[in-house]
């Protein structure tokens, strides 16, 4: 019989290898082997923008009504993600609250209405038209407590195949659990924000959560973000 720690490990395991014989792996591949090829795949020159939103589309398909964490056990609704398609903007939060959880869509609590406000006011763009919003796990964590290593594991390929589908030129990671999640290691987001990495070729900005500002609503905290998001539009040529 299993012990209790190592149970998690080994469902997050038969998780990971299902998703690899799903998308065609015969063998194991290393990471960066993995994002090569779903690179290749995503920048086909045969692709239309219409068969680079099919490919979205089939990722949905692929993820499917999950139930490979415990998460499946309490949601209402997946929370898959919202916008444009070819967007050259992503943003990433951390996961469902209960409202995303009811609607079944990405910020459309509290925490929604304050990055419509800094994508709209702040930014001077369109939401729907010109980014795309999804989270690192896509149902609602009880208590919207942060997601566990097991549950952002379970949802992690589906993040990397959205993510290259979609092929934006920037992802804005909102706050510590998306940062650290894309970056693979503890970020102290605090710390770490306004900073520029990279994500499978992709050009990532590290930034607040809106929850944070909502939380911390002070001017320091609100200057900080609007400094991030300059930086974004300059990377965008906006």
């Known amino acids: 019989m299993e012990t209790p720690k190592r149970e998690p490990l080994l469902r997050e395991l038969k998780n990971y290898l299902t998703h690899l014989k799903d998308v065609g792996y015969t063998e194991i591949p290393c990471e960066a082997e993995l994002f090569a090829n779903a690179q290749q795949r995503a920048t086909q020159p045969s692709q239309s923008p219409n068969e680079m939103a099919k490919s979205l589309t089939a990722v949905q398909k692929e993820l499917g009504d999950c139930t490979r964490c415990k998460l499946s056990e309490t949601r209402k609704n997946i929370v898959f993600g919202s916008g444009n398609p070819k967007a050259d903007l992503v943003f990433v939060g951390e996961g469902p609250g209960a409202d995303e959880d009811e609607q079944g869509l990405p910020f459309v609590g509290r925490a929604g209405k304050?990055?419509?406000?800094?994508?709209?006011?702040?930014?001077?763009?369109?939401?729907?038209?010109d980014t795309y919003i999804c989270n690192i796990v896509k149902c609602r964590p009880p208590g919207n407590?942060?997601?566990e290593a097991e549950e952002i594991a379970a949802c992690n390929p589906f993040l990397i195949q959205q993510l290259l589908a979609i092929k934006p030129k920037v992802i804005v990671a909102l706050g510590k659990s998306a940062s650290s999640t894309l970056l693979g290691r503890t970020v102290p987001i605090v710390k770490e924000r306004g900073t520029w990495h990279e994500y499978a070729g992709i050009k990532?900005?590290?930034?607040?959560?809106p929850s944070y500002l909502i939380r911390f609503y002070t001017l320091e905290n609100r200057k900080a973000v609007h400094e991030d998001m300059k930086k974004v539009l300059k990377e965008l040529g906006r």
């Not at 419509?116 to 038209?129: F, P």
């Not at 990532?204 to 959560?209: P, R, S």
């Open 114 to 129: 304050k990055l419509t406000e800094i994508i709209e006011k702040g930014m001077g763009l369109n939401r729907e038209k």
């Open 145 to 147: 407590r942060d997601p």
């Open 204 to 209: 990532l900005m590290l930034t607040l959560h």
